[in-house]
């Protein structure tokens, strides 16, 4: 199994910036697509972000491109998520994910996620 934390979520004012990160340990991650996926109060779970095993390749949401930048450091084992002008409406929780399977790319779909972390809180005020 795969037990993956995330940290550095927090409250920031419109237009500023935070940096997640989510860390795994148990069994190497290195071989699995990572995600970010993120759950606003009274919504559905959505995409955010996602990375190949290697990093060479990333896939966002609509939403989120040109203002966040999903990596990885696999000697780390860890991922992160580098957001910029950040907006009222990115305010959620945002979690990690890893797709054991990586059949396909890329996997935007909460169902095709293995392994979850618990989230840490991302408040944007306005």
């Known amino acids: 199994q795969v037990q993956l934390v995330e940290s550095g979520g927090g409250l920031v004012q419109t237009g500023g910036s935070l940096r997640l990160s989510c860390a795994a340990s148990?069994?190497?991650?290195?071989?699995?697509?990572m995600s970010w996926f993120r759950q606003a109060p009274g919504k559905e779970r959505e995409f955010v972000a996602t990375i190949n095993w290697n990093g060479g390749r990333t896939a966002y949401a609509d939403s989120v491109k040109g203002r966040f930048t999903i990596s990885r450091d696999n000697a780390k084992n860890t991922m992160y998520l580098q957001m910029n002008s950040l907006k009222p409406e990115d305010t959620a929780v945002y979690y990690c994910a890893a797709d054991r399977d990586g059949y396909s790319w890329p996997a935007t779909s909460p169902a095709a996620m293995d392994y979850w972390g618990k989230g840490t809180l991302v408040t944007v005020s306005s």
């Open positions: 148990g069994r190497t991650f290195s071989s699995y697509p």
